[in-house]
């Protein structure tokens, strides 16, 4: 697991488990942002996406050869991890479903 699995799984889970207002939700992203940092800061630097890692070769402080490798798990881990809420939210679709969407309605500029 990196820490842009764990960043993209616990925010999508609580957007999908939320049942009213949006303090869950961007708890559930302070959370996993903070245990990401925690715990991959010392085995990989916590590059949480492609820009963090990009930039941080970019100033000098990352090795370019690394850098195809990390973008890889990165994007693998986020995909992976969005494949996992999924599954988790189609076992409970009936329940959630028409939840998101009013807030997807409520919350978009469209609506």
Known sequence: MDPASLLVY???AATLAATSGSL??????????TLAVWIFSASSGAH???????AVAVRGRFAWRDVPGYL???VVGGVLAGLLAWVWSR??????????????RRHSRRG
């Open 72 to 74: 890889i798990a990165q």
């Open 48 to 54: 949480l996406n492609p820009a963090v890692t990009i």
């Open 10 to 12: 616990f925010g999508v």
């Open 91 to 104: 076992v409970s679709s009936r329940d959630h479903a028409p939840l998101v969407a009013i807030r997807w």
């Open 24 to 33: 869950g939700v961007v708890a559930a992203y302070a959370v996993a942002l």
